[in-house]
T-cell receptor, first 113, second 112 residues
């Protein structure tokens, strides 16, 4: 069964600290993996997207990694800010015409002063 | 500005009263989709459309209808809403279904 599992479910960190969120998936065949940031009550906004051949992609203080062999991804947030408080959702897709998007349930990150 | 626009943002209705949530995108995307989001369950796909006049069921289609008469619009219809359809709904579009989604701002629906 195609699944995306994220950990931890929730995380609290101090402002300025780094953190890493995990995403494991069983989606096959695989096309790409995306990380989204979702503020409470708002629509998800794309942070990064990686295809099979990419293993690292950065977007400012956000760096995503992908290991397609082990089917694992991580999102590393550097020097966290209060505005990073949100849910972070990992989404995996198969090729066109194949499996629709498979969403993880997200990691709820709270950055406190 | 490229965007997906949903209306209304908030809606409270009574059981059985038909309602429509509109979704419009200005990016000429072929693919559009509706999701509902409930605490602890994440985003679940309701219906999707690969192009005009082409729609298909997602994971939780029961109680919902959609139509895709024009490329830019993809309304979600609840013919007879029930309290278990109280949720946060998102519309999304993509140039192709497997790449680069843009989400709307969401519609919070309460059915009493």
């Amino acid at each position: 069964k195609n699944q995306v599992e994220q950990s931890p479910q929730s995380l609290i960190i101090l402002e300025g600290k780094n953190c890493t969120l995990q995403c494991n998936y069983t989606v096959s065949p695989f096309s790409n993996l995306r990380w989204y940031k979702q503020d409470t009550g708002r629509g998800p906004v794309s942070l990064t997207i990686m295809t099979f051949s990419e293993n690292t992609k950065s977007n400012g203080r956000y760096t995503a990694t992908l290991d397609a062999d082990t089917k694992q991804s991580s999102l590393h947030i550097t020097a966290s800010q209060l505005s990073d408080s949100a849910s972070y959702i990992c989404v995996v897709s198969g090729p066109p015409g194949n499996t629709p998007l498979v969403f993880g349930k997200g990691t709820r990150l709270s950055v406190i002063a | 500005e490229a965007q997906v626009t949903q209306n209304p943002r908030y809606l409270i209705t009574v059981t059985g009263k038909k309602l429509t949530v509109t979704c419009s995108q200005n990016m000429n995307h072929e693919y559009m989709s509706w999701y509902r989001q409930d605490p602890g369950l994440g985003l679940r796909q309701i219906y999707y459309s690969m192009n005009v006049e082409v729609t298909d069921k997602g994971d939780v289609p029961e109680g919902y209808k959609v139509s895709r008469k024009e490329k830019r619009n993809f309304p979600l219809i609840l013919e007879s809403p029930s309290p278990n359809q109280t949720s946060l709904y998102f519309c999304a579009s993509s140039p192709q279904g497997y790449y680069g989604y843009t989400f709307g701002s969401g519609t919070r629906l309460t059915v009493v």
